[in-house]
Nanobody, 123 residues
Framework: QVQLVESGGGLVQAGGSLRLTCTAS????????MGWFRQAPGKEREFVGS????????DYADSVKGRFTISIDNAKNTANLQMNSLKPEDTAVYYC????????????????WGQGTQVAVSS
């Protein structure tokens, strides 16, 4: 089975930065994109961004566009989410997952979810 593991979460002051990493193992040849989602307390899980495994297609939610950057390192089998200018509303558990459609934003279009990593932004 393909396994994804998120890391890099933590506590940061508003305006600060964090870099999350999603590490894949077990083979990803049948998947096209790596997606990032987040879920804040009391809210539904929402799309953050996605990147094709070859790095050629990137998509961001409007709420993070201009502040977050997704990248991928095929040699390391990892995807990164660089988060800058963090706001308290960015506080959430962040997940990575694999999908088959470029630009997909729906939870149901992804599978093989990681365990999540907590991001907390203080004001």
């Amino acid at each position: 089975q393909v396994q994804l593991v998120e890391s890099g979460g933590g506590l940061v002051q508003a305006g600060g930065s964090l870099r999350l990493t999603c590490t894949a193992s077990g083979g990803i040849f049948r998947y096209n994109v790596m997606g990032w989602f987040r879920q804040a307390p009391g809210k539904e899980r929402e799309f953050v961004g996605s990147i094709s495994w070859n790095g050629g297609s990137i998509d961001y939610a409007d709420s993070v566009k201009g502040r977050f950057t997704i990248s991928i390192d095929n040699a390391k089998n990892t995807a990164n989410l660089q988060m800058n200018s963090l706001k308290p509303e960015d506080t959430a558990v962040y997940y990575c997952a694999l999908g088959g459609i470029y630009g997909a934003r729906r939870i149901g279009e992804y599978g093989n979810w990681g365990q999540g990593t907590q991001v907390a932004v203080s004001s």
